[in-house]
């Protein structure tokens, strides 16, 4: 799923993950962090959401839904961050469970603002949500 396009109608600053990474600073992918793969892709959603809410940023409608869209894929991995920080054990499993509810919610506020995405769009975030939660939920069982 990471190595897929994305797609949509507005125009996007990376057309693919690949791409993505080309731009992200050596300090952030020399991070051991950077080895979990549900962080990079969680850094790439929090990107394409930026791009997103620039498109429901046009519409009254969807103002509400980008505000929320921006807080819960940023809230995604700044907690696989903070988690990490802290060690690992029950603590880093208690942030990561957080970072799930956070790609969650992010997952049902691109559903909220599906009549101002292309279906494309939609379809694509929806699928790297739902990756980056099952990479984070199968990270979670490994410290219970």
């Known amino acids: 799923m990471g190595k897929s396009k994305s797609s949509g109608q507005h125009a ?5 993950f690949e791409a993505w990474v080309e731009q992200v600073p050596l300090e952030i ?5 950077w080895k979990f793969e549900a962080y990079p892709l ?8 930026w791009f997103d809410c ?10 509400a839904v980008a505000w929320q869209l921006i807080d819960s894929a940023g809230s995604v991995g700044a907690n696989i961050e903070e988690g ?3 060690g690992f054990g029950k603590d880093y499993a208690r942030f990561l469970k957080i970072s ?8 049902g506020w691109y559903y909220r603002g599906r009549h101002l995405l292309s279906a494309d ?15 984070l939920v199968k990270t979670i069982q490994r410290y219970k």
Not at 12 to 16: H, L, M, T, V, Y
Not at 54 to 63: A, P
Not at 100 to 107: H, L, Q
């Open 29 to 33: 992918k020399e991070d051991p962090l």
């Open 84 to 86: 990490y920080g802290r």
């Open 12 to 16: 996007e600053k990376f057309q693919s």
């Open 121 to 135: 769009v939609l379809k694509h975030r929806m699928k790297l949500i739902s990756q980056i939660i099952a990479l």
């Open 54 to 63: 620039d498109h429901l940023m046009r519409d009254d409608r969807g103002r």
């Open 42 to 49: 969680a850094l790439f959603l929090c990107d394409l959401a």
């Open 100 to 107: 799930v509810g956070s790609a969650r919610e992010t997952r």
